[in-house]
Each structure stands twice: as structure tokens, then as C-alpha cells.
């Protein structure tokens, strides 16, 4: 964000094109007092490319950190503590989220500004509606993270906003514009699940490509959502770039599109995480890369998940059992390793395997059904954690099921 100089000491400085745009927007989405909306994401079919394999999830700026967040709303908002009561609620709330930086910002006041945020959750209505009004007059002076979260607010109906995306996708677009990589991530988003837009996954790649650039971010959101893109393209180039060094469950779907060698647990449990989150890639990546391991592998891993991925609507399905000692034998091919045991011995694999797929089965689905950390979701700041995600979740009627 460029700042504006005043002309001489005391004199009002003249607002930019950019921060009237802005003012306007904010303006027309921040009505406080309505009804709160529900989080309705687009379900992994949403995003599903015809004829395309389905695989994911620069130097950050960094604000100073903050010493505490009532200290952030102090110097931030001055006008904000006018009654003493109000002071001391703003107080309290402080003390739950110190230590809470630092974030990715792009501006002088960024750190400030996400400290105010994470009061919003817990602040009764009427520290809400102040922080709000404060937060409001940031965003119409162009400051990123406020126009960011504004946007946020707007695309979820939340904390006194009317539900608009449209607008949101507005306001993501004009804080994008000063590199700020969670409006640059959310608006990613817009364009990858088709949010009040065509889907663009070529124009969501390169954002989140430029998201990536401004640095990492402890919640892995940028790297997964990024790989998960360019899988969805069938980019393998951006595939193995993005993933590189990505710890996010969504980037290992890209990681198995492009492995090669025999997936280690490490990746097994990666792609477990990945159905998780709500993504059905996971199933098929799961048979693909143990597919890779059948000659050696006395564990029958390929025959496990492969019957997982068949039956996963049909945990309690009779032909489990049959299907398991079918394909125990399948690939027990001459010369190989599992070919070496005994008949007696493949078919207590076989035995054992048919139990393990209805209680693997059993497990990922609890797993899915407990999960909140949904990487579809737009974000108010980066890194956005599971600890924001609990903070946020019942203010923007954030549900564990999609």
C-alpha cells in the first residue's frame, strides 16, 4: 500500500483513487447488526476437471510483533476506548490471544489490524461493533489486511456483515493488488471453486503462484492449495514445484501423482490426512502409489486400499471378503516375494485384510466427519491455524461436516 505524504503539518492528506474505491466498497458491504450466515463450501465433485486426473492444497513481510492485542487496539483504533467498561472487556479479551503473531502482512499496520481481528470471536456485541466500525474505517483507507477482512466478513455474512461475495471478491481483488497473500489465497479460492465467477484454475494458479512468492505460511494453506491447483491441471511442473517442501495433506496428492518409486508410511499418512480434509482423491492415490510395491510387499498394502477405494460406501459389504482373497492371489505372481508364502499363509492375509478394510473405511469417514480444517475456505489472515480455526469457527457458523 502506498502511503499518502501530507503537503504540510496539519493539513488533511487528499485520499487516493485506490483508497476512494476502497471506501466505497466497504461502505456498501458493512451494514453492523445482520444476521450471521452459514459456511456453505463446495463439496471436492465441485471442483472435479472433465477429462483432467483430479489431484491440491518472496520474503514475507513481517509487522512487528505485537506485545499484546489490547496494546494492537490501542494503537490502532485511538478513538475506539471511549468508556471504561468497553476498556476493560478489551482488556480481558487481550489477554486470551497474546502471542498470536507474527502474520504475513504487506503493511506497517498489518500485525495491529490481525490483532484486532482475532478479538472479534470472543467480543460481546458491543466491543464487536466497535472493533468493527474501526476495522471498517482501515479498510476505506486502503490498509490490505482490513480490506481483506472486510471482504472475509462479506463473503460470509459474519460479524455484523451482509452475506455478498461479490462484493468480497471486489475487496479481495483490490488488497491483492498490493501483494498481500491472503487477499491474493482468497481470491485464489473465488477463482478455483467458481465463487461468484466463472472457475479459473489457470487464473487461481498463478495467484496463489504470487501467494507462494511473498513467503511461507505455518499452516501450509498457500503451498497445499497451490499444489492441489496444479494437480487438478494435470501441471506436473507445478506440481513438484509447489509441493517441494509442503508438509500441507493436500500436497501430497501431487507428490503421488509424480511419484515414482514405491510410497513410503510417511505418504500413506499424508494421503489418509488428504481424506480427511474432504478430498476423495486420497482413495485413488492410495491404490496408485501401492500399486507400485505389489512384488514385495507382504502386507498386501495395494489390495488393502484398492478394496477401501471399492467398497468405501459399503464398509459392511459380504463381498469384501472375497474380493480380498481374490486379489491377494492376483498378486501373488511368480518370482515374486508374496508368491513365496504359503497357501495357508495368503489366505489368513487375506482373512486379515477383509476386517481391515471395513474398519479403515470406518476410520477415514470419522476422520472426514471430526475434520474443520477445511483448506476450500476463505481465510481473514495467514498463517489461518486449527487454533483460528477453532477461534473462528462458531462465529462464522463453521460446521466439522460438509
Same mark, same amino acid.
Given at each position: 500500500m502506498t502511503s499518502q505524504k501530507r503537503r504540510s503539518e496539519g493539513q488533511p492528506r487528499m485520499p487516493s483513487r485506490r483508497a476512494l474505491c476502497a471506501a466505497s466498497l466497504v461502505a456498501a458491504v458493512f451494514v453492523p447488526g445482520s444476521a450471521l450466515a452459514q459456511l456453505s463450501l463446495p463439496t471436492a465433485a465441485d471442483t472435479t476437471v472433465p477429462t483432467q486426473a483430479l489431484p491440491t492444497e518472496g520474503t514475507m513481510r513481517q509487522g512487528t510483533a505485537p506485545s499484546n492485542a489490547l496494546d494492537t487496539a490501542r494503537a490502532a483504533g485511538g478513538r475506539l476506548i471511549d468508556?471504561?467498561?468497553?476498556?476493560?472487556?478489551?482488556?480481558?479479551l487481550a489477554g486470551n490471544l497474546r502471542g498470536s503473531g507474527p502474520h504475513a502482512v504487506s503493511s506497517r499496520q +498489518?500485525?495491529?489490524?490481525?490483532?484486532?481481528?482475532?478479538?472479534?470471536?470472543?467480543?460481546?456485541?458491543?466491543?464487536?461493533?466497535?472493533?468493527?466500525?474501526?476495522?471498517?474505517?482501515?479498510a476505506k483507507d486502503s490498509v490490505p489486511e482490513a480490506l481483506t477482512f472486510i471482504g472475509f466478513a462479506a463473503e460470509e455474512g459474519a460479524f455484523g456483515v451482509p452475506k455478498q461475495p461479490e462484493k468480497a471478491a471486489m475487496l479481495y481483488?483490490?488488497?491483492?493488488?498490493?501483494?498481500?497473500?491472503?487477499?491474493?489465497?482468497?481470491?485464489?479460492?473465488?477463482?478455483?471453486?467458481?465463487?461468484?465467477?466463472?472457475?479459473?484454475?489457470?487464473?487461481?494458479e498463478s495467484l496463489?503462484?504470487?501467494?507462494?512468492?511473498?513467503?511461507?505460511? +505455518?499452516?501450509?494453506?498457500?503451498?497445499?492449495?497451490?499444489?492441489?491447483?496444479?494437480?487438478?491441471?494435470?501441471?506436473r511442473a507445478g506440481m513438484r514445484n509447489f509441493s517441494d517442501g509442503c508438509?500441507?495433506?493436500?500436497?501430497?496428492?501431487?507428490?503421488?501423482?509424480i511419484e515414482t518409486s514405491p510410497a513410503d508410511d510417511a505418504l500413506i499418512g499424508r494421503l489418509k490426512n488428504s481424506i480427511a480434509t474432504g478430498v476423495d482423491d486420497g482413495y485413488y492415490a492410495l491404490e496408485a502409489v501401492t500399486r507400485l510395491k505389489?512384488?514385495?510387499?507382504?502386507?498386501?498394502?495395494?489390495?488393502?486400499?484398492?478394496?477401501?477405494?471399492?467398497?468405501?460406501?459399503?464398509? +459392511?459389504?459380504?463381498?469384501?471378503?472375497?474380493?480380498?482373497?481374490?486379489?491377494?492371489?492376483?498378486?501373488?505372481?511368480?518370482?515374486?516375494?508374496?508368491?513365496?508364502?504359503?497357501?495357508?499363509?495368503?489366505?489368513?492375509?487375506?482373512?486379515?485384510?477383509?476386517?481391515?478394510? +471395513?474398519?479403515?473405511?470406518?476410520?477415514?469417514?470419522?476422520?472426514?466427519?471430526?475434520?474443520?480444517?477445511?483448506?476450500?475456505?476463505?481465510?481473514?489472515?495467514?498463517?489461518?491455524?486449527?487454533?483460528?480455526?477453532?477461534?473462528?469457527?462458531?462465529?462464522?457458523?463453521l460446521s466439522s461436516q460438509r
Open positions: 468508556a471504561s467498561s468497553l476498556q476493560t472487556r478489551l482488556q480481558e +498489518g500485525e495491529k489490524v490481525i490483532g484486532m481481528i482475532r478479538m472479534l470471536p470472543k467480543a460481546d456485541p458491543e466491543t464487536r461493533d466497535a472493533l468493527m466500525r474501526r476495522l471498517q474505517e482501515l481483488r483490490a488488497a491483492a493488488q498490493s501483494g498481500y497473500q491472503t487477499a491474493q489465497y482468497d481470491l485464489a479460492l473465488m477463482n478455483a471453486y467458481g465463487r461468484t465467477m466463472p472457475r479459473n484454475l489457470r487464473e487461481s496463489l503462484a504470487h501467494a507462494l512468492a511473498a513467503g511461507p505460511e +505455518g499452516s501450509n494453506r498457500v503451498c497445499g492449495m497451490a499444489s492441489f491447483v496444479a494437480y487438478r491441471l494435470g501441471d508438509n500441507g495433506p493436500l500436497s501430497a496428492l501431487a507428490v503421488a501423482a505389489t512384488r514385495d510387499d507382504t502386507e498386501f498394502s495395494f489390495c488393502l486400499w484398492s478394496l477401501v477405494n471399492r467398497y468405501r460406501a459399503q464398509p +459392511g459389504s459380504p463381498l469384501i471378503a472375497s474380493d480380498a482373497a481374490t486379489c491377494v492371489e492376483a498378486v501373488s505372481v511368480p518370482g515374486s516375494k508374496v508368491a513365496s508364502l504359503e497357501p495357508v499363509a495368503r489366505q489368513q492375509a487375506a482373512f486379515g485384510l477383509a476386517r481391515t478394510v +471395513g474398519m479403515e473405511i470406518q476410520q477415514l469417514a470419522a476422520a472426514r466427519k471430526a475434520t474443520s480444517f477445511h483448506f476450500g475456505m476463505s481465510v481473514p489472515f495467514l498463517p489461518f491455524t486449527q487454533d483460528d480455526v477453532d477461534l473462528f469457527a462458531p462465529a462464522i457458523g
